[in-house]
């Protein structure tokens, strides 16, 4: 896909990895939507340097707990003010610890509203938005989806069901939309958590003996938005950890 002037919808763009890829982004001629919850200050900060840069951008806020309505704000705010849309990424998500012995309904349908129902009604919503036309969308998952590790249970059957998910609609969306995911590895710490540091013998885990970088997402996404043959895909951004088991 020829990135120029096309319009990508980025949800949780406001702050960390989903800002990474907005800007990557904006800085490929791509104009974006980002979607924000609470961090209104730095999704309009965002835009306002995304302007500055001669990107065109714009910010709009939904609740992901209530996937129907939000996936419905958002794609109508997009289409208003771009005239169009071409490109989802489905970035947004909570990582909550949660056990067998611990886990609440709450946690569950938490979970699954923001990190698995949201995705699939934007899809949906974005689905019909860009008819016949060619799309692109990319799931945001986490290597934990296809390997099983202790102290996230619910979340990570969140992202095993978007990887899922993701194969899936790209059948179903195909031939017009191709769909994709992330399998992202040790990023960033968790918010709240000022280093990796905290959680000590990371780098022993990361074949790579290094933790990865908001900007190698957007470039992984940039690759996979180029390309006109990748979909039902789940690229893996770990530097290998799925590879020792974590
Ligand atoms: N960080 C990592 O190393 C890592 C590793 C594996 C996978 N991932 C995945 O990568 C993605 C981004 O990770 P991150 O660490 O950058 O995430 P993060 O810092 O936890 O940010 C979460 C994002 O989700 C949005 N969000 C959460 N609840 C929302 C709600 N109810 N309504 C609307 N938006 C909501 C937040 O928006 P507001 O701030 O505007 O509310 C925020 O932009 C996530 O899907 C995560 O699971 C990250």
């Not at 609470?38 to 900060?45: G, Y």
């Not at 209530?66 to 997009?78: G, I, N, S």
Request: hydrophobic share 45%; with cysteine.
């Amino acid at each position: 896909m020829d990135l120029t002037g096309k319009v990508a919808i980025v949800t949780g763009g406001a702050v960390r990895i989903g800002r990474a890829i907005a800007q990557g982004l904006a800085q490929h001629g791509v104009r974006v939507c980002v979607h924000f919850g609470r961090s209104r200050e730095q999704a309009e900060q965002l835009t306002r340097s995304l302007r500055k840069a001669g990107a065109q951008a714009a910010c709009v806020s939904a609740d992901l707990r209530e996937p129907v309505r939000a996936a419905e704000t958002v794609l109508q705010f997009a289409n208003e003010t771009f005239g169009r849309v071409d490109i989802l990424i489905n970035s947004a998500g909570i990582f909550e610890a949660s056990s067998c012995a611990e886990a609440t309904e709450e946690q569950w349908d938490r979970h699954f509203a923001i990190n698995l129902k949201a995705p699939f009604f934007l899809a949906q919503t974005f689905a019909r938005a860009v008819g016949d036309q060619r799309g692109h969308i990319v799931n945001v998952a986490d290597w934990r989806a296809l390997r099983p590790s202790r102290g996230h249970l619910i979340y990570s059957i969140t992202k095993s069901g978007l990887v899922a998910l993701t194969r899936l609609l790209a059948l179903e969306l195909a031939p017009s939309i191709q769909v994709n995911a992330l399998a992202l590895g040790a990023i960033l710490p968790p918010d709240g958590q000022s280093t990796w540091a905290e959680s000590a013998p990371i780098l022993e885990k990361i074949p790579l003996r290094r933790v990865g970088s908001p900007e190698a997402v957007a470039d992984a996404v940039l690759f996979l938005l180029r390309s006109d043959f990748i979909t039902g895909e789940v690229l893996h951004i770990t530097g290998g950890q799925e590879l020792e088991g974590g």
